[in-house]
């Protein structure tokens, strides 16, 4: 079983920066792929970012490359997202999540999810 718990969301201006945190509990934390997710307000669950057991592998939504990083440290058991020149269509409610067999950009596949965080970017 893993808990995840968000945090760092936050109201700010357009062109401000965030960076959200995804802490798990569980030993075998280090053993698994984690991703990001974003749901705005009246829209799907779209993926924002994924990173592999070790962190050597990550992948990006095309929209986001460039202005988002994903990174995670193991000895903490702590996932982030390093969100840049945020834009008002950044405004969601963030989650972290974990897949247990694949790294995966594909939410279905992702078993444990934390409760969100919301992020507001106002224009």
């Known amino acids: 079983q893993v808990q995840l718990v968000e945090s760092g969301g936050g109201l700010v201006q357009a062109g401000a920066s965030l960076r959200l945190s995804c802490a798990a509990s569980?030993?075998?934390?280090?053993?698994?792929?984690m991703g990001w997710f974003r749901q705005a307000p009246g829209k799907e669950r779209e993926f924002v970012a994924a990173i592999s057991y070790s962190g050597g592998v990550t992948h990006y939504a095309d929209s986001l490359k460039g202005r988002f990083t994903i990174s995670r440290d193991n000895g903490k058991n702590t996932m982030y997202l390093q969100m840049n020149s945020l834009r008002s269509e950044d405004t969601a409610v963030y989650y972290c999540?974990?897949?247990?067999?694949?790294?995966?950009?594909?939410?279905?596949?992702?078993?444990?999810w934390g409760q969100g965080t919301q992020v507001t970017v106002s224009s």
């Open positions: 569980g030993r075998t934390f280090s053993r698994y792929a």
């Open positions: 999540a974990v897949a247990t067999r694949i790294l995966t950009t594909n939410s279905r596949d992702y078993e444990y």
